[in-house]
């Protein structure tokens, strides 16, 4: 197998042109909205690179060198000026594939390229070697990363990329877990975390006990994710039709290729609070007219209050003022 260096020497751009007899040539990609790509070869000729792989799948033991070959399709009527480089893969909040922000530390930082800026003349596609290197120290499993293409020197232009699937050799393991589970309002809510080293589709299965039997049944279905090694993502369960009074056990069993699986329960209950809120009122209102009434009919049926005897008091008075006229 050549070198990536000797490939880079040879690295070429194939005009893509049909000509049929002394008609005037027309090209394959007469798209001028300027719409330009980014996937892995797919062979040569004039067959484009969409009908090929729909992303890279390479895998290698620790320390090893791996090659392919990425291509950039223009096929607009202006050339157009790229720039390659190499992305870590992420999850974003709900689940789905993304990529991670900044200078890549893994996948991303493996990849090399033998054209890092690539420029692509109108109606063409440029096929640019690179390499993937894989450390010594390279944990075994999945490694997810991207080829990301960036227009350069265009103001407002866009960026396009291309997965790739990494492989380190060694031993997999498939494993997660389902935690934090909340049956709120009309929703369930849980966080899926994946413990092993391979990439993770999981599979939801849900089931509700209230105080009188069963209140949901939902069989196993595929969750739209896919969850990366050590990555933890926070999902919700719609559940319209809840309880608007019971006591239930909520119960989570989440599965995953190679046998990953976990189960997780929650108990809650559901109380109409502002049946209860407007019923206590009332009682309360009730029972303060109660007392009231009480107190009211205390105060007009109570006995008349002994008055003091006036005349035992003018009586005193009389004698006392009678004692000083004597000794007057």
């Not at 893509?16 to 300027?34: H, I, K, N, Q, R």
């Not at 980014?38 to 000729?45: D, E």
């Not at 070959?69 to 974003?92: I, M």
Request: charged share 25%; proline share 9%.
């Amino acid at each position: 197998m050549p070198s990536l260096l000797s490939v880079a020497r040879a690295l070429t751009v194939v005009v893509a042109l049909l000509v049929t007899g002394a008609a005037p040539a027309t090209p394959v990609f007469a798209d001028d909205s300027g719409a330009w790509s980014v996937a892995p070869s797919a062979g040569g000729g004039t067959r484009p690179a969409k009908d090929g792989r729909p992303y890279f799948y390479v895998e290698g033991t620790p320390g090893s060198v791996l090659e392919d070959t990425v291509t950039v399709t223009n096929p607009g009527s202006k050339p157009r000026t790229v720039e390659l480089s190499g992305a870590d893969a992420d999850n974003t909040k709900g689940g789905a594939f993304t990529l991670e922000r900044g200078r890549p530390k893994d996948t991303g930082s493996w990849i090399t390229f033998a054209e890092r800026k690539v420029k692509v003349p109108p109606r063409t596609r440029a096929e640019v070697p690179f390499s993937v290197s894989v450390p010594e120290s390279a944990v075994p499993g999945d490694h997810p990363g991207a080829i990301v293409a960036r227009e350069s020197g265009r103001e407002g232009g866009r960026d396009a990329g291309v997965r790739v699937h990494l492989r380190v050799s060694g031993p997999t393991l498939s494993a997660l877990t389902v935690e934090r589970v909340k049956a709120e309002g009309e929703r369930i809510s849980y966080d899926v975390v994946n413990r092993g080293n391979t990439v993770l589709t999981p599979r939801l299965k849900v089931h509700a006990e209230g105080l009188f039997g069963p209140l949901l049944d939902r069989g196993p279905r595929t969750l739209p994710v896919e969850l990366l090694p050590g990555r933890r993502v926070t999902l919700t369960e719609p559940w319209t039709d809840a309880p608007a009074l019971d006591s239930v056990e909520v119960t989570l069993t989440v599965t995953a290729a190679d046998g990953a699986h976990d189960k997780a329960k929650a108990s809650t209950r559901f109380v109409p609070w502002g049946a209860v809120a407007g019923a206590g009122a009332g009682v309360l209102g009730l029972v303060a007219a109660g007392v009231w009434f009480v107190r009211r009919r205390g105060v007009i049926g109570a006995p008349p209050r002994d008055e003091p005897e006036q005349s035992g008091t003018e009586l005193e008075l009389a004698g006392a003022g009678t004692g000083r006229g004597e000794q007057l």
